[in-house]
């Protein structure tokens, strides 16, 4: 079983940034951030491969910047410019021997 920790969700005006962390209990292949709006779907954010490779949903690619730090088997989401449209509950994620892991999920909210 994987656990995943999250942190660094809050209150921030358009325009600014925030980081986001997720600490996994073990080592995580593929990890990565989705999020979900109110009355909306949860969609992916970004990704990242243990090698380094990534995949970011359109609306970010520019703004937010997924890494990891394989020695802590922590994943981080640096989120910059943002925007109230941004203003979600963030939910990391984690894919391990075929099975799907979620954090409890974080808190952003963007005002304008």
């Known amino acids: 079983q994987v656990q995943l920790v999250e942190s660094g969700g809050g209150l921030v005006q358009a325009g600014g940034s925030l980081r986001l962390s997720c600490a996994a209990s073990?080592?995580?292949?593929?990890m990565g951030w989705y999020r979900q709006a109110p009355g909306k779907q949860r969609e992916l954010v970004a990704v990242?491969?243990?090698?380094?490779?990534?995949n970011y949903a359109d609306s970010v690619k520019g703004r937010f910047t997924i890494s990891r730090d394989n020695d802590k088997n922590t994943v981080y989401l640096q989120m910059n410019s943002l925007k109230p449209e941004d203003t979600a509950v963030y939910y990391c994620?984690?894919?391990?021997?075929?099975?799907?892991?979620w954090g409890q999920g974080t808190q952003v909210t963007v005002s304008s």
């Open positions: 073990l080592s995580i292949n593929t």
């Open positions: 990242i491969m243990s090698g380094g490779i990534t």
């Open positions: 994620y984690a894919r391990r021997l075929f099975n799907n892991y």
